[in-house]
Protein backbone atom coordinates (compact mmCIF):
# COMPACT_ATOMS: atom_id res chain seq x y z
CA UNK A 1 0.00 0.00 0.00
CA UNK A 2 1.13 3.66 -0.91
CA UNK A 3 2.36 5.82 2.19
CA UNK A 4 0.17 8.56 2.70
CA UNK A 5 2.37 10.95 1.08
CA UNK A 6 2.72 8.98 -1.88
CA UNK A 7 -0.80 9.02 -2.30
CA UNK A 8 -0.96 12.35 -2.10
CA UNK A 9 1.59 12.95 -4.50
CA UNK A 10 -0.17 10.75 -6.79
CA UNK A 11 -3.45 11.89 -5.78
CA UNK A 12 -2.72 15.77 -7.03
CA UNK A 13 -0.42 18.84 -6.96
CA UNK A 14 -0.82 19.79 -3.36
CA UNK A 15 0.97 23.04 -2.63
CA UNK A 16 3.43 23.85 0.53
CA UNK A 17 0.74 25.00 2.13
CA UNK A 18 -2.07 22.89 1.60
CA UNK A 19 0.36 19.83 2.66
CA UNK A 20 0.88 21.36 6.21
CA UNK A 21 -3.33 20.23 6.85
CA UNK A 22 -3.82 17.02 8.20
CA UNK A 23 -5.20 14.42 5.46
CA UNK A 24 -8.17 12.95 4.88
CA UNK A 25 -7.41 9.57 3.31
CA UNK A 26 -10.79 8.54 0.99
CA UNK A 27 -11.44 5.27 -0.23
CA UNK A 28 -14.36 4.79 -2.77
CA UNK A 29 -16.47 2.01 -3.50
CA UNK A 30 -17.53 1.68 -7.32
CA UNK A 31 -16.11 3.37 -10.26
CA UNK A 32 -18.51 4.02 -12.80
CA UNK A 33 -20.39 7.05 -13.60
CA UNK A 34 -21.26 8.13 -10.11
CA UNK A 35 -17.49 6.83 -8.81
CA UNK A 36 -16.21 9.36 -12.51
CA UNK A 37 -18.07 12.17 -10.96
CA UNK A 38 -17.64 12.06 -7.22
CA UNK A 39 -14.25 10.90 -8.11
CA UNK A 40 -14.18 14.72 -10.23
CA UNK A 41 -15.45 16.08 -6.64
CA UNK A 42 -12.51 14.40 -4.60
CA UNK A 43 -10.06 15.29 -6.69
CA UNK A 44 -11.32 19.35 -7.53
CA UNK A 45 -12.64 20.55 -3.93
CA UNK A 46 -9.21 21.13 -3.16
CA UNK A 47 -8.19 23.09 -5.87
CA UNK A 48 -10.59 25.18 -5.64
CA UNK A 49 -11.82 25.92 -1.95
CA UNK A 50 -9.85 26.56 1.06
CA UNK A 51 -10.31 23.34 2.91
CA UNK A 52 -9.58 23.01 6.31
CA UNK A 53 -8.34 18.96 5.24
CA UNK A 54 -6.40 17.65 2.63
CA UNK A 55 -8.62 14.63 0.73
CA UNK A 56 -6.09 11.89 -0.33
CA UNK A 57 -7.56 9.90 -2.84
CA UNK A 58 -6.19 6.75 -1.43
CA UNK A 59 -8.00 3.81 -2.88
CA UNK A 60 -10.82 2.45 -5.07
CA UNK A 61 -12.72 -0.61 -5.19
CA UNK A 62 -14.28 -2.72 -7.39
CA UNK A 63 -14.20 -6.33 -8.44
CA UNK A 64 -12.16 -6.71 -11.23
CA UNK A 65 -8.57 -6.20 -10.74
CA UNK A 66 -7.55 -5.14 -14.42
CA UNK A 67 -10.95 -2.75 -14.66
CA UNK A 68 -10.27 -1.28 -11.15
CA UNK A 69 -6.55 -0.96 -11.87
CA UNK A 70 -7.47 0.93 -14.45
CA UNK A 71 -9.91 3.02 -13.26
CA UNK A 72 -7.73 4.41 -10.45
CA UNK A 73 -5.29 6.13 -13.10
CA UNK A 74 -8.06 7.02 -15.28
CA UNK A 75 -9.70 8.89 -11.99
CA UNK A 76 -6.47 9.59 -10.23
CA UNK A 77 -6.72 6.93 -7.02
CA UNK A 78 -3.41 6.63 -5.72
CA UNK A 79 -3.87 2.22 -5.63
CA UNK A 80 -7.07 -0.05 -6.42
CA UNK A 81 -8.32 -2.79 -3.96
CA UNK A 82 -10.89 -5.51 -5.07
CA UNK A 83 -12.36 -6.36 -1.74
CA UNK A 84 -14.09 -3.13 -0.25
CA UNK A 85 -13.64 -5.28 3.17
CA UNK A 86 -9.79 -4.49 2.70
CA UNK A 87 -10.67 -0.43 1.69
CA UNK A 88 -12.29 -0.48 4.95
CA UNK A 89 -9.66 -1.89 6.88
CA UNK A 90 -6.93 0.52 5.99
CA UNK A 91 -5.28 2.75 8.17
CA UNK A 92 -4.92 5.35 5.22
CA UNK A 93 -9.27 5.42 4.17
CA UNK A 94 -10.69 8.20 7.06
CA UNK A 95 -13.72 7.90 4.99
CA UNK A 96 -15.78 5.28 2.52
CA UNK A 97 -17.18 6.90 -0.65
CA UNK A 98 -20.17 4.03 -1.52
CA UNK A 99 -20.79 4.57 -5.39
CA UNK A 100 -22.31 0.93 -5.88
CA UNK A 101 -25.36 0.02 -6.91
CA UNK A 102 -28.25 0.28 -3.93
CA UNK A 103 -27.88 -3.27 -2.99
CA UNK A 104 -24.53 -2.93 -1.34
CA UNK A 105 -25.05 0.36 0.32
CA UNK A 106 -25.83 -0.78 3.74
CA UNK A 107 -23.75 -3.95 4.30
CA UNK A 108 -21.26 -1.04 2.71
CA UNK A 109 -21.71 1.79 4.96
CA UNK A 110 -22.59 -0.06 8.01
CA UNK A 111 -19.27 -1.76 8.31
CA UNK A 112 -17.58 1.08 7.61
CA UNK A 113 -19.01 3.43 10.16
CA UNK A 114 -18.50 0.43 12.54
CA UNK A 115 -15.03 0.19 11.69
CA UNK A 116 -14.71 4.12 12.51
CA UNK A 117 -14.90 5.72 8.62
CA UNK A 118 -16.76 8.77 7.93
CA UNK A 119 -19.69 7.82 4.98
CA UNK A 120 -20.63 9.34 1.75
CA UNK A 121 -23.11 7.25 0.40
CA UNK A 122 -24.68 7.81 -3.05
CA UNK A 123 -28.60 8.50 -3.26
CA UNK A 124 -30.98 6.33 -2.97
CA UNK A 125 -29.59 5.91 0.21
CA UNK A 126 -30.88 2.04 0.19
CA UNK A 127 -33.12 -0.34 -1.88
CA UNK A 128 -35.93 -0.54 1.24
CA UNK A 129 -36.84 1.40 4.45
CA UNK A 130 -35.45 -1.18 6.64
CA UNK A 131 -32.18 -1.07 5.28
CA UNK A 132 -32.01 3.12 5.63
CA UNK A 133 -33.14 2.27 9.17
CA UNK A 134 -30.32 0.06 10.30
CA UNK A 135 -28.14 2.76 7.83
CA UNK A 136 -29.73 5.80 10.20
CA UNK A 137 -29.15 3.81 13.40
CA UNK A 138 -25.60 3.18 12.19
CA UNK A 139 -24.84 6.55 11.60
CA UNK A 140 -26.77 7.95 14.92
CA UNK A 141 -24.36 5.71 16.49
CA UNK A 142 -20.95 6.51 14.98
CA UNK A 143 -22.14 10.40 15.33
CA UNK A 144 -21.39 10.08 19.30
CA UNK A 145 -17.97 8.77 18.24
CA UNK A 146 -17.82 12.23 15.93
CA UNK A 147 -18.47 10.09 12.79
CA UNK A 148 -20.05 12.15 9.98
CA UNK A 149 -22.46 10.19 7.48
CA UNK A 150 -24.06 12.46 4.51
CA UNK A 151 -26.14 10.92 1.23
CA UNK A 152 -24.97 12.27 -1.87
CA UNK A 153 -28.05 14.16 -3.44
CA UNK A 154 -25.80 16.55 -5.43
CA UNK A 155 -28.77 18.47 -6.78
CA UNK A 156 -29.23 20.34 -2.96
CA UNK A 157 -25.47 21.87 -3.77
CA UNK A 158 -26.01 23.04 -7.46
CA UNK A 159 -25.71 27.20 -6.68
CA UNK A 160 -29.00 28.23 -8.18
CA UNK A 161 -30.73 25.51 -5.70
CA UNK A 162 -29.12 26.99 -3.37
CA UNK A 163 -30.04 30.02 -3.84
CA UNK A 164 -33.35 28.93 -3.89
CA UNK A 165 -33.48 27.77 -0.40
CA UNK A 166 -31.87 30.65 0.81
CA UNK A 167 -34.84 32.56 -0.57
CA UNK A 168 -37.50 30.80 0.80
CA UNK A 169 -36.38 30.53 4.38
CA UNK A 170 -35.66 34.22 3.67
CA UNK A 171 -39.63 34.18 3.49
CA UNK A 172 -39.33 35.90 -0.58
CA UNK A 173 -41.88 33.83 -1.78
CA UNK A 174 -44.24 33.60 1.58
CA UNK A 175 -46.26 30.71 2.54
CA UNK A 176 -45.83 28.12 0.10
CA UNK A 177 -49.10 26.40 -1.48
CA UNK A 178 -47.54 24.64 -4.86
CA UNK A 179 -43.91 22.66 -5.52
CA UNK A 180 -44.19 21.37 -8.79
CA UNK A 181 -41.37 18.87 -9.58
CA UNK A 182 -40.42 16.72 -13.09
CA UNK A 183 -37.19 14.56 -13.64
CA UNK A 184 -37.60 13.24 -17.29
CA UNK A 185 -34.48 11.26 -19.12
CA UNK A 186 -35.62 8.85 -22.31
CA UNK A 187 -33.05 6.18 -22.11
CA UNK A 188 -35.59 3.63 -21.62
CA UNK A 189 -37.55 4.36 -24.85
CA UNK A 190 -35.82 2.08 -27.23
CA UNK A 191 -37.24 -1.43 -26.43
CA UNK A 192 -33.99 -2.99 -27.22
CA UNK A 193 -32.21 -1.14 -24.34
CA UNK A 194 -30.88 -4.44 -22.40
CA UNK A 195 -31.86 -5.59 -19.07
CA UNK A 196 -28.84 -3.73 -16.95
CA UNK A 197 -29.01 -3.68 -13.16
CA UNK A 198 -30.97 -0.65 -12.89
CA UNK A 199 -33.61 -2.48 -14.68
CA UNK A 200 -34.05 -5.67 -12.02
CA UNK A 201 -35.50 -4.86 -8.49
CA UNK A 202 -33.36 -6.92 -6.34
CA UNK A 203 -30.31 -4.47 -7.41
CA UNK A 204 -31.65 -1.04 -7.68
CA UNK A 205 -34.08 -1.05 -5.20
CA UNK A 206 -37.10 0.66 -7.97
CA UNK A 207 -36.66 2.41 -11.30
CA UNK A 208 -37.03 5.99 -12.42
CA UNK A 209 -38.73 6.10 -8.84
CA UNK A 210 -35.26 5.19 -6.62
CA UNK A 211 -33.02 6.76 -9.41
CA UNK A 212 -35.11 10.19 -10.34
CA UNK A 213 -37.68 9.99 -7.99
CA UNK A 214 -35.45 9.95 -4.59
CA UNK A 215 -33.78 13.23 -6.33
CA UNK A 216 -36.92 15.26 -6.54
CA UNK A 217 -38.18 14.04 -3.64
CA UNK A 218 -35.09 15.43 -1.27
CA UNK A 219 -35.00 18.69 -3.36
CA UNK A 220 -38.79 19.47 -3.13
CA UNK A 221 -38.53 18.51 0.56
CA UNK A 222 -34.95 21.10 0.76
CA UNK A 223 -36.67 23.79 -0.94
CA UNK A 224 -39.78 23.57 0.79
CA UNK A 225 -37.95 23.09 4.13
CA UNK A 226 -41.11 20.62 5.18
CA UNK A 227 -41.36 16.41 4.85
CA UNK A 228 -43.56 15.18 2.46
CA UNK A 229 -46.27 13.66 4.45
CA UNK A 230 -48.49 11.43 1.89
CA UNK A 231 -48.27 10.55 -1.28
CA UNK A 232 -50.83 9.29 -3.73
CA UNK A 233 -49.69 7.63 -6.90
CA UNK A 234 -49.49 5.43 -9.97
CA UNK A 235 -46.87 3.88 -11.80
CA UNK A 236 -45.66 2.01 -14.98
CA UNK A 237 -43.51 -0.35 -16.51
CA UNK A 238 -44.15 0.05 -20.00
CA UNK A 239 -41.21 -2.33 -21.43
CA UNK A 240 -42.23 -5.36 -19.05
CA UNK A 241 -39.14 -7.56 -21.10
CA UNK A 242 -35.96 -6.36 -22.07
CA UNK A 243 -32.72 -8.03 -23.82
CA UNK A 244 -30.52 -9.94 -21.28
CA UNK A 245 -26.88 -9.12 -21.11
CA UNK A 246 -23.98 -11.53 -21.29
CA UNK A 247 -22.65 -10.47 -18.13
CA UNK A 248 -23.88 -8.11 -14.62
CA UNK A 249 -23.62 -4.74 -16.48
CA UNK A 250 -24.08 -1.60 -15.10
CA UNK A 251 -23.87 0.54 -17.96
CA UNK A 252 -26.26 3.31 -18.64
CA UNK A 253 -25.46 4.05 -21.69
CA UNK A 254 -27.60 2.83 -24.86
CA UNK A 255 -24.77 -0.11 -25.54
CA UNK A 256 -25.66 -1.19 -21.63
CA UNK A 257 -22.17 -0.83 -20.65
CA UNK A 258 -20.48 -2.70 -23.87
CA UNK A 259 -21.64 -5.94 -22.86
CA UNK A 260 -23.49 -7.43 -25.69
CA UNK A 261 -27.17 -8.73 -24.95
CA UNK A 262 -27.63 -12.09 -25.95
CA UNK A 263 -31.29 -13.51 -27.82
CA UNK A 264 -32.91 -14.30 -24.62
CA UNK A 265 -35.49 -11.77 -22.69
CA UNK A 266 -36.01 -11.07 -19.47
CA UNK A 267 -38.67 -9.20 -17.05
CA UNK A 268 -37.90 -5.68 -15.70
CA UNK A 269 -39.26 -6.03 -12.27
CA UNK A 270 -38.64 -1.80 -11.49
CA UNK A 271 -41.05 0.94 -12.84
CA UNK A 272 -40.56 2.77 -15.76
CA UNK A 273 -42.48 6.03 -14.71
CA UNK A 274 -43.50 7.69 -11.23
CA UNK A 275 -46.46 9.95 -11.36
CA UNK A 276 -47.63 11.07 -7.71
CA UNK A 277 -49.04 13.84 -5.60
CA UNK A 278 -48.01 14.96 -2.20
CA UNK A 279 -49.02 16.76 0.84
CA UNK A 280 -46.70 19.09 2.71
CA UNK A 281 -47.20 19.26 6.72
CA UNK A 282 -47.88 23.25 6.22
CA UNK A 283 -50.78 21.76 3.90
CA UNK A 284 -48.99 22.67 0.53
CA UNK A 285 -49.55 20.76 -2.48
CA UNK A 286 -46.86 19.13 -4.33
CA UNK A 287 -46.57 17.34 -7.60
CA UNK A 288 -44.15 14.56 -8.91
CA UNK A 289 -43.20 13.30 -11.97
CA UNK A 290 -39.91 10.64 -12.65
CA UNK A 291 -39.46 8.60 -16.13
CA UNK A 292 -37.17 7.09 -18.63
CA UNK A 293 -39.73 7.83 -21.08
CA UNK A 294 -39.34 11.27 -21.99
CA UNK A 295 -38.37 11.24 -25.53
CA UNK A 296 -35.83 13.60 -26.02
CA UNK A 297 -35.74 14.96 -22.37
CA UNK A 298 -32.39 13.58 -21.62
CA UNK A 299 -31.91 14.81 -17.73
CA UNK A 300 -34.85 17.54 -17.32
CA UNK A 301 -35.11 18.47 -13.77
CA UNK A 302 -37.23 21.26 -13.06
CA UNK A 303 -38.92 22.23 -9.95
CA UNK A 304 -41.33 25.13 -9.50
CA UNK A 305 -42.83 26.37 -6.04
CA UNK A 306 -45.59 29.05 -5.40
CA UNK A 307 -46.06 30.81 -2.69
CA UNK A 308 -48.41 33.58 -1.07
CA UNK A 309 -45.71 36.56 -2.32
CA UNK A 310 -44.24 34.90 -5.04
CA UNK A 311 -42.56 31.68 -7.39
CA UNK A 312 -39.27 30.31 -7.79
CA UNK A 313 -38.43 27.91 -10.92
CA UNK A 314 -35.15 26.30 -11.84
CA UNK A 315 -34.46 23.98 -14.58
CA UNK A 316 -31.27 21.96 -14.54
CA UNK A 317 -30.59 22.18 -18.32
CA UNK A 318 -30.37 26.01 -17.38
CA UNK A 319 -28.51 25.54 -13.98
CA UNK A 320 -26.65 28.69 -13.61
CA UNK A 321 -30.25 30.58 -13.98
CA UNK A 322 -32.75 31.00 -11.16
CA UNK A 323 -36.30 32.49 -12.32
CA UNK A 324 -37.99 34.17 -9.36
CA UNK A 325 -41.27 36.60 -9.83
CA UNK A 326 -42.01 38.90 -6.86
CA UNK A 327 -45.79 39.29 -5.83
CA UNK A 328 -45.03 41.98 -4.04
CA UNK A 329 -44.30 44.22 -6.78
CA UNK A 330 -46.76 46.52 -8.33
CA UNK A 331 -48.51 44.44 -11.04
CA UNK A 332 -47.84 46.33 -13.78
CA UNK A 333 -44.04 45.62 -13.89
CA UNK A 334 -43.99 42.35 -11.79
CA UNK A 335 -43.21 39.17 -13.47
CA UNK A 336 -40.64 36.30 -13.50
CA UNK A 337 -36.76 37.61 -13.91
CA UNK A 338 -33.98 35.66 -14.50
CA UNK A 339 -31.65 35.89 -11.62
CA UNK A 340 -27.99 34.89 -13.32
CA UNK A 341 -26.71 33.00 -10.52
CA UNK A 342 -23.08 33.35 -11.05
CA UNK A 343 -22.72 36.51 -8.73
CA UNK A 344 -19.24 35.76 -5.85
CA UNK A 345 -21.98 35.91 -3.00
CA UNK A 346 -24.27 33.25 -4.82
CA UNK A 347 -24.09 29.93 -2.96
CA UNK A 348 -20.21 28.31 -3.39
CA UNK A 349 -19.18 30.96 -6.08
CA UNK A 350 -16.80 32.97 -3.77
CA UNK A 351 -14.26 30.31 -5.27
CA UNK A 352 -14.99 30.05 -9.00
CA UNK A 353 -14.93 32.44 -11.84
CA UNK A 354 -16.32 36.03 -12.60
CA UNK A 355 -19.76 36.71 -12.96
CA UNK A 356 -21.31 34.96 -16.07
CA UNK A 357 -18.93 32.57 -16.46
CA UNK A 358 -20.75 29.63 -15.51
CA UNK A 359 -20.92 26.22 -13.99
CA UNK A 360 -22.76 22.88 -15.03
CA UNK A 361 -23.41 19.37 -13.41
CA UNK A 362 -19.91 18.25 -11.94
CA UNK A 363 -19.51 21.16 -9.88
CA UNK A 364 -22.33 19.69 -7.56
CA UNK A 365 -19.93 17.07 -7.01
CA UNK A 366 -17.01 19.74 -5.86
CA UNK A 367 -19.58 21.43 -3.72
CA UNK A 368 -20.78 18.19 -1.88
CA UNK A 369 -16.84 17.20 -1.11
CA UNK A 370 -16.37 21.04 0.05
CA UNK A 371 -19.36 20.75 2.65
CA UNK A 372 -18.58 17.52 3.80
CA UNK A 373 -14.60 18.35 4.40
CA UNK A 374 -16.38 20.99 6.60
CA UNK A 375 -18.06 19.16 8.32
CA UNK A 376 -16.08 16.60 9.15
CA UNK A 377 -12.92 19.27 10.49
CA UNK A 378 -15.56 21.30 12.63
CA UNK A 379 -17.01 18.38 14.12
CA UNK A 380 -20.75 19.45 12.24
CA UNK A 381 -23.35 16.76 10.72
CA UNK A 382 -23.60 17.67 7.39
CA UNK A 383 -26.85 17.52 5.37
CA UNK A 384 -28.61 15.86 3.36
CA UNK A 385 -27.89 13.25 6.74
CA UNK A 386 -28.93 9.30 6.79
CA UNK A 387 -31.90 10.40 8.59
CA UNK A 388 -32.83 12.10 5.42
CA UNK A 389 -32.19 9.27 3.36
CA UNK A 390 -34.33 7.05 5.35
CA UNK A 391 -37.14 10.15 5.10
CA UNK A 392 -37.04 9.87 1.39
CA UNK A 393 -36.86 5.97 1.36
CA UNK A 394 -39.99 6.46 3.75
CA UNK A 395 -42.07 8.63 1.08
CA UNK A 396 -40.72 6.50 -1.79
CA UNK A 397 -41.88 3.00 0.04
CA UNK A 398 -45.34 4.89 0.12
CA UNK A 399 -45.81 5.99 -3.53
CA UNK A 400 -44.73 2.66 -4.41
CA UNK A 401 -47.82 1.68 -1.68
CA UNK A 402 -49.96 3.88 -2.98
CA UNK A 403 -49.29 2.69 -6.51
CA UNK A 404 -49.80 -0.64 -5.79
CA UNK A 405 -53.83 -0.70 -4.11
CA UNK A 406 -54.69 1.86 -6.68
CA UNK A 407 -56.23 3.11 -3.70
CA UNK A 408 -57.12 6.72 -5.37
CA UNK A 409 -57.69 5.90 -8.49
CA UNK A 410 -61.12 6.69 -10.21
CA UNK A 411 -61.89 4.88 -13.17
CA UNK A 412 -64.09 7.39 -15.82
CA UNK A 413 -67.06 5.48 -16.65
CA UNK A 414 -67.36 5.11 -20.49
C1 LIG B 1 -29.28 7.98 -14.15
O1 LIG B 1 -30.63 8.02 -14.30
C2 LIG B 1 -28.68 9.14 -13.37
O2 LIG B 1 -27.32 9.02 -13.51
C3 LIG B 1 -28.99 9.13 -11.88
O3 LIG B 1 -28.63 7.90 -11.29
C4 LIG B 1 -28.27 10.27 -11.24
O4 LIG B 1 -28.49 10.29 -9.86
C5 LIG B 1 -28.72 11.56 -11.90
O5 LIG B 1 -28.04 12.63 -11.35
C6 LIG B 1 -28.51 11.51 -13.37
O6 LIG B 1 -29.10 10.37 -13.91
Redesign the pocket.
Known amino acids: QPDEAQAGAQAGAQSGAQAGRPPLGVGMVGYA ?2 GAAHSQGWRTADRVFDLPLRPVLAAVCGRDAQAVGAAADRLGWASAETDWRALIARDDVDLVDVCTPGDSHAEIAIAALAAGKHVLCE ?1 PLANTVEEAEAMTAAAEAAAARGQVAMVGF ?1 YRRVPATALARKMVAEGRIGALRHVRVTYL ?1 DWLVDREFPLTWRLRKETAGSGALG ?2 GA ?1 IVDLAQYLAGEPVIGVSAITETFVRERPLLSGASSG ?1 SAAGGGEPPVEARGPVTVDDAALFTGRFASGALASFEAT ?1 FATGRK ?1 SLRIELNGEKGSLAFDLERLNELSYHDGTEPAAHAGFRRILVTEPDHPYLEAWWPPGHGLGYEHTFVHQVRDLVHAIADGGRPLPSFADGLQVQRVLAAVEESAEKNSVFTPIAS
Open positions: FMKNQDLHLRN
